[in-house]
Nanobody, 121 residues
Framework: QVQLVESGGGLVQAGGSLRLSCAAS????????MGWFRQAPGKEREFVSA????????NYADSVKGRATISRDNAKNTVYLQMNSLKAEDTAVYYC??????????????WGQGTQVTVSS
């Protein structure tokens, strides 16, 4: 089992920044990568970014490319998502997940409880 706890969400003005954190515990070595997803009201959960534990390879959705940076601290089993130049359309519940590193939610085995990010315009 892997437990994931997100933090760092909140209310921010458009153009501002936030850093989300995801602390992993348990059998984290069973997962190849960590991903961030988000889900806005009435919409499907969508991929934001992912990072591999071993080599740090990253992947970003086009919607956040250039505005988001994912990073990891292997010693702390923690993954971060720095979001800059936030837009109203970034408003969503953000989830971290442990799994394949792909863009597909179904390929992730463990999920956090989510953290709300609200961007006011």
């Amino acid at each position: 089992q892997v437990q994931l706890v997100e933090s760092g969400g909140g209310l921010v003005q458009a153009g501002g920044s936030l850093r989300l954190s995801c602390a992993a515990s348990g059998r984290t070595f069973t997962s190849k990568a960590m991903g961030w997803f988000r889900q806005a009201p009435g919409k499907e959960r969508e991929f934001v970014s992912a990072i591999a534990w071993s080599n740090g390879n990253t992947n970003y959705a086009d919607s956040v490319k250039g505005r988001a940076t994912i990073s990891r601290d292997n010693a702390k089993n923690t993954v971060y998502l720095q979001m800059n130049s936030l837009k109203a359309e970034d408003t969503a519940v953000y989830y971290c997940a442990a799994g394949s590193g792909s863009i597909w939610p179904t390929t992730y085995d463990y999920w956090g409880q989510g953290t709300q990010v609200t961007v006011s315009s």
